[in-house]
């Protein structure tokens, strides 16, 4: 007999759920103003209007905290949806375009994580891994981008300097600066990142890696 969630039973996960998305949105938000040595957990319980023992409850610590928000850093579907898009475009000024919109909406929604990440890194070597593992699923993704465009395009062959280009031109310290720092909004940088991507990645030929 096939089983069914009982209404109660689909009321109190809501509920947990929305505690539980409360909670990481007061840290987030307290991390980012108060840095994360700063914030406490009681902090981060009255500013989510629950008990503090919740907090411990459904996180246990402010690592794991940052650790869910650096999974929706990762997992953000509107951006996952443009790389696919990306990876599956056989243009090669379409792929960068599109890749290009992917990196726009990552760091639109998930730069202040990235930034709270280094600071907590500076305090907690654990976190530091952790930031590591974030990194190298980043490098994962754009190698693989690299390698998608050498497929359709001769003069693309050498991926590890496609890659080398798209890592420096995506860095999210970059976005800072633009957004951050000079007062772009997202539009403006998207189209500066998608024609500078056409042409730094597409004019290959026009600039080499130096000898040793």
Known sequence: MKDVKSPSGSLRAERAAITRRRIAQAARTLFASRGYTATTLLAIAIDAGVAVQTVYAVYGSKANILRALGEELVNDPPADAAYVEALAASDTA?????????????????????VIGAD???????????????????????????RSLAKHDAGLADEHRTAAVIEALTLPELYGNLVGGHGWNADAYELWLATALRRLVMEAELVRPGPD
């Open 94 to 114: 379409e792929a960068l375009t599109r890749f290009a919109h992917s990196i726009r909406l990552r760091w639109q929604t998930g730069h202040d994580i990235v």
């Open 120 to 146: 907590a890194a500076s305090a907690d070597p654990r976190i530091r891994i952790e930031m590591d593992r974030l990194l190298s699923a980043r490098r994962r993704g754009i190698a693989e981008l690299a």
